[in-house]
């Protein structure tokens, strides 16, 4: 997206369904992410791997660990600064991150270059 744009939904069903696929889809990232961190320490614990493998080995986990972070980051999933997922999202394309409206108002009065 290259503009400011809000996702805004007024039906309280439709807003409930909304939290709801936002709180699933954050576990089964926050899940996905604690298993490649618990594989990266199961690689360093391995005696039996070389240096240069356990470090390539890992490197590969944490290219993955980025990926998720910044998929997670991108995605409507919750607000970048106050986490709250029951609320109507705001997309900042400047840094390609979705606020809360009340986040948004004080970061734009805070640093408006960065909150058009």
């Not at 439709?14 to 199961?42: A, D, F, G, H, P």
Request: proline fraction near 3%; glycine fraction near 2%.
């Amino acid at each position: 997206m290259n503009k400011k744009r809000l996702i805004k939904i007024d039906n309280l069903r439709l807003r409930k369904i909304r939290k709801n696929l936002r709180e699933l889809l954050l576990q089964v990232v926050t899940q996905k992410m604690e298993q490649i961190i618990n594989t990266q320490n199961k690689i360093l614990d391995n005696e039996s791997l070389s240096y240069e493998k356990k470090m390539g080995k890992v490197k590969e986990l944490e290219k993955k660990l980025q990926e998720l972070k910044l998929i997670r980051r991108s995605a409507p999933l919750s607000c970048s600064t106050c986490h709250r997922v029951d609320i109507d999202l705001m997309y900042n394309p400047t840094v390609n991150s979705w606020y809360c409206e009340e986040c948004y108002e004080f970061n734009q009065k805070s640093t408006p270059g960065w909150f058009p």
